[in-house]
């Protein structure tokens, strides 16, 4: 229920503006209604995650690692992660044991825990080859597992394409090769931070398995929303201009209590003042628009609850935008963020 839920929004600074001022870290509400609480504000936080079989335990990606609360967001504490000051952007808990759980970190690695959080190991580094180079570090930015083979894990990655795992997250294999023959057609070239037009179809934020047919990935990136239905060896473009004005992916979420249904959050680019959150209910086939908001900043995070489809929940970029529906879409409601806050980058509900 709404009123037993909480939304999290996880706050973090933007690279190319060193000079604004504001909180970061993790802010707590109920969803039901209430102030929002400044519950983590010691570090930046890139990703907020509810754990999908226990609500109690959240965790913060942030710019020190694993922070984790065991009280449902009241407190955090950091976790027994190994390295200090990496930057962690994901996780991923194992549909098989749900104390296992992976995250995703920048530079490119990625750490596991099987004590549900409490102390982390870093896997052997992914050897997946840098096909750009940008002014930051490349970075994990989603997880998602097959559903019948859980050994294998996709991975999208941000500005390095998606990489893809069939022993559990031990080893990785680069699935990026696709994705660079598709940026040799005009109209989906970009390059903005880097020495390649490749840049904008390696540039991924957010990878789900399709709820139809569960041999298939689909990837938001820069350029839009992309399929594979052979591992990652070809994509295909899901062409999601057809029926949004904005196609910049930022997040692509499959629903968990919604049969075949997916939500995609579209913008025009990674700094602009618009965007709309669409909904497929046929894996992807076709998407209608969704929210009934007028955001002022690029939507980057979905929340979507994992248990009552009538919750979802967006943020924005700028100025604390949150907005959630808590009757499946037929009313909206602002929920902005305290004072001034730096740059939105997660929303989690749960």
């Not at 920048?106 to 050897?127: C, E, F, Q």
């Not at 399709?210 to 839009?224: E, F, K, T």
């Amino acid at each position: 229920m709404a009123e037993q839920s909480n939304v999290y929004v996880g706050v973090a600074g933007y690279f190319g503006k060193p000079d604004h001022k504001g909180k970061v870290g993790v802010f707590r509400r109920a969803a039901g209604g209430g102030d929002w609480q400044h519950v983590l504000g010691t570090v930046e936080a890139y990703t907020v995650f509810v754990h999908p079989k226990d609500p109690e335990t959240v965790f913060a990606g942030t710019s020190d690692g694993v922070w984790r609360s065991t009280d449902r967001g009241a407190t955090f504490r950091r976790t027994g992660f190994p390295d200090a000051n990496k930057q962690v952007w994901c996780f991923l808990v194992d549909s098989r044991d749900p104390k296992r759980i992976f995250a995703g970190a920048s530079p490119i690695d990625v750490y596991r825990s099987d004590d549900g959080g409490a102390t982390w190991r870093k896997l052997a580094t992914p050897a997946v080859g840098t096909h750009c180079k940008g002014p930051f570090a490349s970075r994990v930015m989603r997880f998602a597992q097959h559903p019948g083979r859980p050994n294998e894990i996709y991975a999208a990655l941000e500005i390095n394409g998606v990489m893809r795992s069939t022993d559990g997250g031990e080893t990785w294999e680069d699935c990026s090769a696709g994705l660079i023959k598709l940026s040799e057609l005009p109209h989906l070239k970009s390059k903005i931070v880097s020495d390649t037009t490749a840049e904008g179809m390696l540039d991924g934020h957010a990878i789900t398995m399709d709820p139809v047919n569960p041999d298939s990935a689909i990837v938001a990136l820069r350029m839009g929303l992309f399929r594979t239905t052979d591992g990652g060896k070809n994509w295909s473009d899901m062409e999601v201009g057809k029926f949004s004005p904005t196609t910049y992916g930022r997040d692509v979420k499959a629903s968990a209590s919604e049969p075949n249904t997916l939500y995609a959050a579209l913008s025009v680019a990674a700094a602009s003042h618009d965007g709309g959150l669409y909904r497929s209910q046929d894996g992807g086939q076709s998407w209608k628009r969704f929210d009934k908001v007028q955001v002022h900043g690029t939507i980057m995070s979905i929340g979507l609850h994992p248990t009552d489809p009538r919750q979802v929940y967006i943020g924005a970029r700028y100025d604390g935008e949150v907005f959630g529906t808590r009757d499946a879409g037929q009313t909206w409601e602002a929920m902005p963020l305290p004072g001034e806050v730096q740059h939105i980058y997660a929303v989690a509900c749960g």
